[in-house]
Structures are given as structure tokens and as C-alpha cells.
């Protein structure tokens, strides 16, 4: 069905066959006025009717009429007119319909059972504040001249507008059909400030808002904004609503206990106009967000505890729960703690719960373990003498570390020395249990004692003696003689290098 250049035309194809009606109307339904269009078809009878205008024709061929598809109303999508190119395909139908009726069914709401919509107005005709219709008399020059096209301004926005073409020379006039053309939307004015905003919850609002007035062309969509008060001049979230029969909507992405000034903006096709003023509005507390786990300065028996403030605190941080172990141990707005009386190098397990008047949320879980000390006893090493330059060291590992074992340290000393000067001679984290000490000095007293040590420090054993075998004598001097007679000498010499015994 088509109305074109003031012709109402009824293509009917049923399988090979083409029927089509043509009821001429002119002008006659440019009235301003609601005209009610009728198309039937009964047996081989097709007619189509325009209030008292009535055409019709017959075809004894023509099938019966099952209608299994969609119905499109006013246009048809771009994907399927390559299925109707014997129609001509202009733009859309521009104008207003109502009480669409199929057979003899109720009369059907196209807002509520239409899938979808494409600047279409459901919700009755769109408002223009220009009087001057279609009628034929009311057509006025727009040009003459001898170019074949001409540039015309000053008309109404998004108004409906016919042109005709009439061609002279000295023969006589002919004009050619009416072309029907509209003017753009343009863009909404006075936009109105959201009449009403509630809170949801601390991230998501809802907004209310009245139908723009005098606006000239179809509303595409609607537009919430939301910018912080304080924050800069960029909306924080937005929400596009395309349903714009629906004078509500629910921004989302909202930070919680923050204020927040709303704007609607409205858009048709010219372009989109926000609205001059916002309406203000505070979002309530909710739990805090991203709690961070509690730290601790570790001592043997007490750990300091203290934490910092939620990175989102969503409100008002009105007590903080440590727990420890799963127990509380405080409760407070404090950020510091000392758990006292704890043993040492032992792990705890801690949380931290943080609370607004919304509700509460926990940190991750820790584990946090005291200080080391050193270990609380070591036993004196073992020693075995070899040779009389070797001697074999072996030891317990301490009972009590009171910490993580990290090494073990050998110090020595002999007499030669008067034991006051303690050498280092093995020094390994490898943690071995025994160690042989070589390249001594045979005949010499030793004493040896043995560091364990943790992070918390080192512990020492009492000393243990060990002498080394004798052996020969090393580096003996040659003697001295001397004579003081002719019968005589005197004979000295000095004690060997390395006596070794």
C-alpha cells in the first residue's frame, strides 16, 4: 500500500498474479483532519477506500490471502527491498496513524505489539506550531527562471512541504506531480532540569523527568548525566535511553556517599541540548570496598599492628575488628594494636573487618609471624683428634631455635696464643652437622666452640679441648760452638721452629 504524488495505490501479488488498485485523492486528505483508509479484499474483489472515495477491481484469478510475515508500517527495512523492486521505494510514510485495524480484530496498539521502531513517535502525533497544510491552494512561487534547480530557506523544521514543477514556453504549461519532501528535526530547546531523583542504592539512581515542550522533529533518545559537585566538569557516568516513551531511567556507576549533580539531555536527529540546571543528589553509605589487611612491626613476644583506612571507604568507617586466630581481639576506631604475650617465630593468622552504618566488609586474609630470637641453647661441639694435624668436629643441631636456622659458625684457639685470640675457621648456611679442621700444628692444645644463628642472632657453646699428636720437630736451628781453649768448645743451639710436642 502507498500513497504517492496524491495517488493511493493497492499492489496485491499472489503467487503469478499482480493485481493493483488506484484511487486518485489529489489533495484532498491535505485537510489538517484524520481520514480513515480502508483496503479489502473479498474473494476476487480488491478495493481500497478513502472516507467516501472508493476504487476497486476484479480479478478472478487472485488467490486466497494468508499473511504469515511480518507487517511493516510506514516503510520498509533496507535489508529486504531488493524483494520489492516493482514498488518504488520512496522514504518513509510522514505523518500520523491510528485505530489500525486487520479483518475484523480489535484495533491494535502498534506501541505495545510493534518489535521494533525506527524514528517512529508511539505516543501520538508530534506537535508543530505551523497552521499551513497540504491544500492545494495554499502552494506559492517559490521560483522562476530559466536554472534547473533552486536552493530554498527560511521553512519550518521538520515540516512536510510539496513541490511542483511547472515548465512553460510558448506553446502552453504542463506541471508535473506533487514531490513531497520534509525539512530536518532541529535541535530541542529548553531541555527540563530531572523533576525528581531517588536513590537506589549508593550506586545507582533513579531519575524522572517531563517530555520536552515545543520540540520540532521526533526525540531519538534521552541522556542522563551525573557529574560530582566538587569534581570537574565531566560527567561521571551517563545512560542512553532509546525507549523514549519512557519518561523514567536508572543511572548506574555511581560511587556510594557522594555528591552528585543529574542533567537529562534530549537528541533528535539535528542534534542533542542538555539540560540549563541539575537537580542534586547525595548517594547513601554501602560497605566499605578494597579493606586492607593489617601490617605489623614484629618483636619475639608482641607484634605492633596498624593499618590504613579502606581505599573505598563508602561512608562514614564507624569501628574496625581485628581478629586474630579467628578471635576479636579489638574493636575500635584505631588504626594501631599491640598483641602482647605471643610465643616467638610463631605465625598468627589476622583479619581486619571495617564497618560503615550500610554494613561491613573484611580484609584478605595474613599470616604474620613474630621476631626471632637467638637459640636458646647450644651444645659444645664434639671433637675427635685424626692425626697431629687434623681434628674432626661434629654437633647437635639446638633444641630451641626460637627461629629459622639460617647458619653455623666455628671458632678456634690454642695456647700458643694464651686462648685469647678466636679465629673463624668455618662459616657455612648449608647447615651440616660436622666439619674437619685441617692443617693444625701437631702437639698444640686447641679449643673450639660452636655459633648456631638465626635471624634473631647467634648463640655460642661453651669451648671444647682437643690436643693434637706429637710428631718430629720441624725447622731444628743448627748449633753454635764456640772455643775458649785449646782443649775446648762451648756448644749452644735454640729451640726448633715447630717443636710439634
Not at 510493534?114 to 521560483?143: F, M, P, Q
Not at 533513579?206 to 520536552?212: A, C, Q, Y
Not at 515545543?214 to 548525566?225: A, F, M, S
Not at 669451648?463 to 775458649?484: F, I, L, N, R
Request: hydrophobic residues 35%; proline residues 6%; glycine residues 8%.
Amino acid at each position: 500500500i502507498e500513497l504517492k504524488s496524491g495517488i493511493l495505490n493497492i499492489f496485491l501479488k499472489t503467487g503469478i498474479v499482480f493485481t493493483q488498485v488506484d484511487l486518485w485523492l489529489g489533495l484532498s486528505y491535505c485537510d489538517g483532519k484524520w481520514n480513515k483508509v480502508t483496503v479489502n479484499k473479498e474473494g476476487s474483489v480488491v478495493s481500497a477506500s478513502m472516507n467516501e472515495l472508493r476504487e476497486q477491481t476484479l480479478e478472478p484469478r487472485v488467490q486466497q490471502l494468508k499473511v504469515n510475515s511480518p507487517v511493516y508500517v510506514g516503510g520498509i527495512p533496507p535489508e529486504i527491498q531488493n524483494f520489492y523492486k516493482e514498488l518504488g521505494l520512496e522514504e518513509g510514510f510522514g505523518g500520523c496513524m491510528k485505530d489500525v485495524k486487520f479483518t475484523r480484530g480489535a484495533v491494535v496498539n502498534l506501541a505495545s505489539v510493534s518489535s521494533s521502531a525506527v524514528r517512529v513517535n508511539l505516543d501520538g502525533c508530534l506537535s508543530t506550531d505551523s497552521v499551513v497544510n497540504c491544500r492545494g491552494n495554499d502552494s506559492i512561487l517559490v521560483y522562476r527562471g530559466r536554472e534547473q534547480s533552486v536552493y530554498e530557506s527560511g521553512l519550518q523544521p521538520f515540516t512536510e512541504y510539496l513541490y511542483r514543477v511547472v515548465a512553460s514556453n510558448e506553446g502552453g504549461s504542463v506541471s508535473s506531480v506533487w514531490t513531497r519532501v520534509r525539512t530536518r528535526e532541529s535541535v530541542p530547546q529548553n531541555v527540563p532540569t530531572p523533576s525528581r531523583v531517588h536513590s537506589i542504592n549508593g550506586y545507582s539512581i533513579g531519575v524522572t523527568w517531563d517530555k520536552p515542550a515545543g520540540v520540532i522533529g521526533v526525540i531519538e533518545k534521552y541522556i542522563l548525566k551525573a557529574y560530582e559537585e566538587d569534581g570537574p566538569n565531566v560527567p561521571i557516568t551517563s545512560a542512553e535511553l532509546a525507549d523514549t516513551s519512557m519518561l523514567t531511567g536508572i543511572l548506574t556507576g555511581l560511587h556510594p556517599f557522594t555528591n552528585y549533580a543529574v542533567t537529562l539531555t534530549a537528541c533528535t536527529l539535528a542534534g542533542c541540548t542538555e539540560s540549563l540546571h541539575a537537580l542534586n543528589i547525595s548517594t547513601p553509605q554501602e560497605a566499605p570496598e578494597d579493606v586492607q589487611s593489617p601490617t605489623a612491626i614484629s618483636f619475639p613476644t608482641f607484634l605492633l599492628m596498624s593499618w590504613s583506612p579502606p581505599k573505598t571507604p563508602n561512608g562514614i568507617i564507624t569501628q574496625y575488628t581485628l581478629y586474630m586466630n579467628g578471635v576479636p581481639i579489638y574493636f575500635g576506631n584505631g588504626t594501631k594494636h599491640v598483641v602482647k604475650d605471643l610465643a616467638v617465630f610463631t605465625p598468627y593468622q589476622f583479619l581486619l573487618t571495617a564497618c560503615t552504618l550500610a554494613g561491613c566488609a573484611n580484609s584478605s586474609q595474613v599470616t604474620l609471624f613474630t621476631a626471632q630470637l637467638p637459640p636458646s641453647h647450644v651444645d659444645a661441639p664434639v671433637l675427635t683428634v685424626l692425626d697431629s694435624r687434623t681434628i674432626y668436629v661434629q654437633w647437635k643441631e639446638p633444641v630451641e631455635v626460637n627461629g629459622i636456622l639460617d647458619r653455623y659458625i666455628i671458632y678456634i684457639a690454642n695456647n700458643e696464643q694464651n686462648f685469647t685470640k678466636w679465629n673463624v675457621i668455618y662459616n657455612n648456611t648449608e647447615l651440616f652437622l660436622d666439619f674437619t679442621i685441617q692443617q693444625l700444628f701437631p702437639g698444640t692444645e686447641y679449643l673450639i666452640k660452636l655459633a648456631a644463628c638465626t635471624g634473631g642472632g647467634c648463640s655460642i657453646s661453651k669451648a671444647s679441648t682437643a690436643v693434637t699428636d706429637e710428631s718430629t720437630p720441624e725447622g731444628v736451628p743448627a748449633s753454635k760452638a764456640q772455643s775458649y781453649s785449646s782443649d775446648s768448645f762451648n756448644i749452644s743451639w735454640t729451640k726448633p721452629e715447630y717443636p710439634n710436642g
